[in-house]
């Protein structure tokens, strides 16, 4: 199924997220159930998996990856359950690393301070790294469409991060 | 979900946890990483004269079952030849912690982590 489609909206990466939310609204009043409590039983059970579709369509249009990920499958490139490990030695170093600055906040002098660094690094290489997919996104070529599901990769793994340290900070609240 | 004990023994008291330096010619290092859970995994071998590997190390920042997959992979390496490490597959590793079905990519990524270990190497040493 095409989300974009779905929400009448053009298939690119760059999407405005206040048009898909109240398309999402109107489309979804448009398909409760409620609306269709007097049909048939097939109607209201094409209702109900209409509505279901809407959901899964808006969820994953709203969350760029997960948008980047569904853009790259309507163009053959499917990503989104794959198994294979990832390789690329230089990132994982740079990974490992963050991982290891992580597991030290605790014994630092000032956890604040680290904390709000890292995230400072964090944000900074997602944000360059969504640049980076939105051109790649953007060109629509196959080779482009590579690189693209590879920085979806690496951003998966800053992604993680950032839940990892959200979990440390709370933890340091308590 | 329940973690079988063998999992639970290797996450408790993992074996082999660490880094050799990765500058020492006998060293070899192997990175991989699963982007859908973030997980990251080091895995490094050192190898003899005789092309046998005598020590092994890893690090792992991942869940229970790709540390236990790691740990335990460390320990089937030891005094194997690369030719011999080279044939774990993921299978004997999940079926030895009886990992369940979504926890396979565990024992998916610690293969490939010795997998990359060998390769780098028979990089190093020009095979």
Known sequence: MNYFQLFNLPAKFDLDLTELGSRYLKLQKQFHPDQHSSGSERDKLLAVQQTANINDAYHSLKQPLLRAEH???LRGLKISHEQRSF??????????????????????????????????????????LLQQLATALDSETAE???????LIRKLKFFFKLQQELELI???LQD | ??????????????????SFDKDDASVATGMVGAPACGDVMKLQIKVNADGIIEDAKFKTYGCGSAIASSSLVTEWVKGKSLDEAQQIKNTDIAQELALPPVKIHCSILAEDAIKAAIADYKQKHGG
């Open chain 1, 71 to 73: 853009l790259l499958a």
């Open chain 1, 87 to 128: 390789t690329d030695p230089l990132f994982l170093m740079q990974q490992m690393e963050l991982r290891e600055q992580l597991a030290e906040i605790e014994q630092s002098a000032d956890p604040d301070a680290v904390i709000d660094d890292i995230e400072r690094q964090l944000q900074q290489q997602k944000k360059q």
């Open chain 1, 144 to 150: 482009q469409d590579h690189l693209a599901a590879d």
């Open chain 1, 169 to 171: 900070e709370q933890q």
């Open chain 2, 1 to 18: 979900m329940a973690y079988s004990n063998k999992v639970i023994d290797h996450y408790e008291n993992p074996r082999n946890v660490g």
